[in-house]
């Protein structure tokens, strides 16, 4: 229980004190009256006595009372009724609120810190108001009068005899039996007579000598002459006199109640609105009783006739006070209590009282208990059977004995006044009432077993109840507290009596006693046993006290202290008293807050919403809804739409009171604010027919950083080129999207008239859908003037003038239950300056039930739109974005710093060219190599004209806008009429095998000396595009020469004619999807042809051979592959014939078949060849069809020359040169000289695909580029096998150096050797037994070095296999021959070969060493010959 103003010791004496009746004459009554005061209100402050009080026990022990206090209280002849007593208790606990600014006790228990009112004054006013409205009953006598004053006035004609009229009255009241209320102790009621006197308007003489007269009749202790109102009216206000009155009249007069709440009061029709002001004085409806002048009224608690009795206070639909409540209550506040009395006046009513005590009411106490003692002895003398026998006898007019089930079942029996146990209750009663507790409880203890033996149910449980509290107040506490007494106490009253008014009157004090020993425990659950559903205010009293207990415990129980006191809350919210339901839940909030219980969080959120509202207090209504909303409910779909329209409405309410005020910031839906996407520009146009847009960038494309790095890599490569290779410091990558993960650092640059579109990302966590109408962004703008003026101007709309920002509004975005969905908002710059996005304003609002599928047959009154709105609230939500955090300094990586987000700051700029581009007849899907010619159109779609158009991609060979020489070449009539993309001429039949020679520059391609070929100048007419103007340009693309799908980016740039400060240049990207399948896959090689028949007999020959083979699987629904034409371009060497033997000319390949080329290639003569440096290039066709494909012009020689500045830019190895090995590098250089040659094939083809029943032919063309000699060369890239896992070595390699060598095959080419000899040759063996073949061996050099030459013809192998295959022959003459070759000489050996047997023989056995004459060191190898040389022997 919470902490008490006073001890449960000093707590229940001053709850069972000495009633005291009060008599008055009309005249005595308007003397207090005076005062605003009755007579008993008059003695209220003064009733305890000041000092310690002594009276005789029966033993004549000196027994002493301390803080004795008496009650005077009029005679009220009616007893009071419950539904008033219950009235005045909600008025009493309504009006005791916690103090504003309470300090409240900080209570820790565990991970809990709660906020507690250490105190309940309320729960203290309405314990001590229940146990003073507690009406008196027959079956205990503490509340019944002792005494009764008898007052008069010394202003009366007659005053003695007034007296002896009230004597009378009084006689009448206790013993006629008309009257069974008020009760009266004992028979011989102590009376005593008061003489009251007005000392400034009465007579002093008079006065004194009617109070000799009353001393001589009733004797000096039965009478008092008591002055007052020693203060005239008018000297009223002179002085400040204290008034004690107030606290008391407080207490006890509703009229001095707050109203109920704050809410209006309903106006009750009565006949005499005063009689619904409960006032304890009853002053306001006085009743003449028999015509009596004296004023018996009904008694205060009197329910008001006109009103209904049955209506419970307790119900949520309690009984309103009356609308002249407010009235008294003005009336009241300025009433002096006591106006009329001085301090001696206040002095003379407490010696009065002191008086009454010490000469009236203790001697007659006193008196009283030896009676009733002696009663009790002269019984106790009797044997206890014998005594329980003649009870029976002698006890008079008992009821008829009852069964014991019946005893049980009722509440017992009735005893009459005069039964012998109701004398020892009556003696225990008055020794409790004067403190006297030892006698006290052995008087109950044996009270209780007489009337547990008569079965006595009522009148046990009475004594059973005053024994336990006796017991406990016993000085020096001889026995511990009988807390079980209590307990039967309460059961019995409880379930026999069915009086739950004494039960809760033992709970309270059991509990307090229970709560003074520290058993809070067993405290709780007493309080929590006397909950029940017929008081809620009881119950809920009762239920927040229990809830104090758990949190006063050792160990405090916190949640079942916060259970307990939403379950106070609950009974106060049902009793009406919605503040302290409110208190109750907010308390108990504390404990649940924030610890995942957020089904009772959102209960107890939901109902101090509800409470809050009622009371008017808007703003924690709305915070309480708002929380219930925003936290991640797990309530059922049902209760979460009803939260919302609750929220919705109190929401409505709240801003109706302050229509002009801010918007409010809404909790729904949910906003990711670091999702929000800005993108600057127009909406993506969709594909129309064959034009399709350029995909730029749009909000629709993720976010994917390595594309973003592509990107901005192209943007750097463009503007280095621009700007002379260097990229300004100035440089920033355009960014046309800003999200979470791009550089927002800098405040974005947006162009005037160009939309700004804001993604906003949503979220609704409830299970049932939200509805925002009216969506729009809320900004604020600072307008730039030319003058450089600053003219700020904030957005909700802005009418009338012409708006700065033009605003786009979505009038409806429905968002589903638990669904996440963007809204993309858009905002229209009509004017230079810097723009702030704060945020989103829109409508909040649920869908009603009315609507049906799509709108149609909703129900008349609903909404308009597609949706029915069933209430909805304007308010905004603010777009914060936190920065990146900060992490370079060592101040930053220590602390938490982040960096500003600016994406929704941008500055609008002055206009800007914007170009469009769109592709017309752009493929989806080639085949490798295939040439397919689209067009590009360009449309400039801004006010201002552009110019420096350039295109930069990564893949330069994928597309060519054709080179210079695209304009020289006509079309041939057969190129159009085939719609062929190549520039074709018709040749004659007899230049079938014969190439034929053109020439071009690789400068007029794009691709000069030190030029980056990525990027490339778009060819406008002018140069410059002019506001609404488009042009077309045809576009050539070849499909890439690797299988699959490919993303190629192109980035096209471009400058405004008039620079921009801010904007340097603009970009716009676009990303073509090609998918390939595979076609002709070409490999060759090139080898030194034997043959020497030079036309300058300089053995410049070589033979290119050329493998085809289509790989294609059908899957593009080719036919076959046709190779049209083989073309050759090398700066010095050309193809010269096909020597293919075949006289086939058509080249025709089905699917999976392979077909091999051979041709003869042979040096350019010197006239072709131009400088070493020069970029010209001979182009050599071999025909196989009859037209010709220029392959020097546009687009053959464009892709020609992309695909070998690629091959160009893969890295070489570059060997370390060493200067010490200088000469041996130069000779390593010379040799790997003669290997090298640089030819590249273009095999040219076309294919013949069936497609939808037609036949269409598709042509390309594939690069095959030699390097070296012998080596093969592939026209695709090959896959490289992954290197076998080798053993990891855990030793130090040792360091040695390896001689730079050249290899096997660069030193077999460093001389070329031929064998000139006949076929057959016819010898008569049986003539001559020898023949004798002569054998021409010419050896060439074929590096630029003189070359020294060893000739060995001795066989090296003796193994017998090696002289099958080399059959038995011998050279005859010299065996070694050494020679010197002069750059690129010839020189011829005459040899002699012998033979002695027919046969076929090999003369390849001659092994040739070569070395560089001017090297010291040897390189010598053998040198090979490809082919072996076979001659006939014949016999003839």
Known sequence: MAQCVQSVQELIPDSFVPCVAALCS??????????????????????????????????????????LKIAVSNIITQPPQPGAIRKLLNDVVSGSQPAEGLVANVITAGDYDLNISATTPWFESYRETFLQSMPASDHEF???????????????????????????????????????????????????????????????????????????????QGCYLLKINSRTSNRASDEQIPDPWSQYLQKNSIQNQESYEDGPCTITSNKNSDSNLLSLDGLDNEVKVDGLPNNFRAHPLQLDSSSDPSNSMDGPDHVKFASSLHETKKANTGIIHGACLTLTDHDRIRQFIQEFTFRGLLPHIEKTIRQLNDQLISRKGLSRSLFSATKKWFSGSKVPEKSINELKNTSGLLYPPEAPELQIRKMADLCFLVQHYDLAYSCYHTAKKDFLNDQAMLYAAGALEMAAVSAFLQPGAPRPYPAHYMDTAIQTYRDICKNMVLAERCVLLSAEILKSQSKYSEAAALLIRLTSEDSDLRSALLLEQAAHCFINMKSPMVRKYAFHMILAGHRFSKAGQKKHAL???????????????????????????????????????????????????????????????????????????????????????????????????????????????????????????????QWRELEEQVVAVVNRGVIPTNFYPTQYCLNSYSDNSRFPLAVVEEPITVEVAFRNPLKVPLLLTDLSLLWKFQRKDSSGKDNEEVKELVTGEPVMIGTEVISEFLINSEESKVARLKLFPHHIGELHILGVVYNLGTIQGCMTVDGIGALPGCHTGKHSLSMSVRGRQDLEIQGPRLNNTKEEKTSIKYGPDRRLDPIITEEMPLLEVFFIHFPTGLLCGEIRKAYVEFVNVSKCPL?????????????????????????????????????????????????????????????????????????????????????????????????????????????????????????????????????????????????????????????????????????????????????????????QKSVNLSEN?????????????????????????????????????????????????????????????????????????????????????????????????????????????????LEGQHHVILHTIGKEAFSCPQKQ??????????????????????????????????????????????????????????????????????????????????????????????????????????????????????GVYNLGTPRVFAKLSDQVTVFETSQQNSMPALIIINNV
């Open 583 to 709: 208190r109750c839940y907010c308390q108990a909030m504390q404990v649940y807050k924030g610890k995942g219980w957020s089904l009772a969080e959102d209960h107890i959120n939901f109902t101090i919403g509800r409470q809050s509202y009622t009371l008017r207090q808007l703003d924690n209504a709305v915070s309480a809804f708002r929380h219930i909303l925003i936290n991640e409910s797990r309530q059922s779909a049902a209760q979460q739409g009803a939260f919302l329209r609750e929220y919705l409405y109190v929401y409505k309410n709240v801003s109706q009171l302050s229509p002009d005020g801010p918007l409010p910031q809404l909790p729904l839906p949910y906003i990711n604010s670091s999702a929000t996407r800005v993108f600057f520009g127009h909406d993506r146009r969709p594909a129309d027919g064959e034009k399709q847009a350029a995909t730029h960038v749009s909000l629709d494309q993720e976010y994917d950083s390595e594309s973003s790095q």
């Open 947 to 1135: 110019t420096g158009l350039k295109v930069v991609s990564k893949r330069p060979e994928f597309f060519t806008f054709g080179g210079n020489t695209a304009a020289l070449t006509p079309l041939s009539p057969s190129a159009s009429e085939n719609c062929s993309a190549y520039k074709t001429v018709v040749t004659d039949s007899t230049s079938v095998c014969t190439a034929l020679v053109s020439s071009a520059s690789s400068v007029d391609f794009g691709i000069g000396i030190g030029s980056q070929p990525e990027v490339i100048p778009v060819p406008l007419p002018d140069a410059v595009l002019l506001p609404g103007a488009s042009v077309q340009l045809p576009m050539w693309l070849r499909g890439p020469d690797e299988e699959g799908v490919h993303e190629i980016n192109f980035l096209f740039y471009y400058e405004s004619v008039q620079k921009q400060p801010k904007i340097r240049h603009r970009i716009l990207r676009h990303t073509a999807v090609i998918c390939t399948s595979r076609s002709l896959n070409v490999r060759a090689t090139v080898c030194r042809s034997n043959s020497l028949e030079d036309e300058e007999g300089r053995g410049g020959n070589m033979l290119v051979f050329v493998d085809v083979e289509n790989t294609n699987t059908s899957e593009a629904g080719v036919k076959e592959f046709h190779i049209v034409q083989v073309s050759s371009s090398s700066k010095h060497w050309k193809l």
């Open 142 to 220: 503490l509340n019944h009068y002792l005494a009764c004053m008898l007052v008069a006035s010394s202003s009366e004609a007659e005053p003695v005899e007034q007296f002896s009229k009230l004597s009378q009255e009084q006689h009448r009241i206790q013993h006629n039996s008309d009257y069974s209320y008020p009760k009266w102790f004992i028979p011989n009621t102590l009376k005593y007579y008061v003489l009251l006197h007005d000392v400034s308007a009465g007579d002093e003489q008079r006065a004194e000598s009617i109070y000799e007269e009353m001393k001589q009749k009733y004797g000096t």
């Open 1145 to 1257: 000319k058509d080249a025709k390949l089905a699917s999976r078949e392979k077909g091999k080329f051979c041709f003869k290639a042979v040096r350019c003569r010197e006239k072709e060849v131009a400088t070493q440096f020069s970029e010209k290039y001979i182009f050599a066709d071999i025909i196989f069809g009859n037209e010709q494909i220029i392959s020097s012009a546009s687009p053959c020689a464009d892709f020609f020359y992309r695909s070998l500045s690629s091959e160009l830019k893969k890295p070489q190895a570059q060997p370390s040169v060493h200067a010490e090995k200088q000469s041996v590098e130069d000779a390593v250089r010379l040799i790997q000289k003669c290997s090298e040659v640089d030819l590249n094939i273009v095999v040219l083809w076309k294919a013949y695909v069936v497609e939808d029943s037609k036949q269409l032919i």
């Open 26 to 67: 009309d005249e005595a009554e308007r003397l207090t009256r005076l005062n605003h005061l009755s007579f008993a209100e008059l003695l209220k402050p003064f009733s305890r006595l000041t000092s310690e009080v002594h009276m005789r026990d029966p033993n004549n022990q000196l027994h002493v009372i301390k803080n």
């Open 1281 to 1398: 096998e992954p290197p076998e896992m080798e053993l990891l070595k855990f030793f130090r390699p040792e360091n040695t150096t390896v001689p730079l060598r050249p290899s096997v095959e660069q030193l077999s080419n460093l001389i070329k050797t031929s064998l000139h000899y006949p076929e057959s040759f016819n010898h008569p063996f049986h003539q001559k037994s020898l023949c004798l073949v002569p054998v021409t061996l010419l050896l060439s050099n074929c590096s630029k070095a003189d070359v020294d030459v060893i000739v060995d013809l001795r066989h090296k192998t003796t193994s017998p296999e090696a002289l099958e295959i080399h059959g038995s022959f011998t050279w005859l003459g010299q065996t070694q021959y050494k020679l010197q070759l002069k750059s690129q000489e010839i020189h011829s050996l005459q040899l002699k070969a012998c033979f002695v047997h027919t």
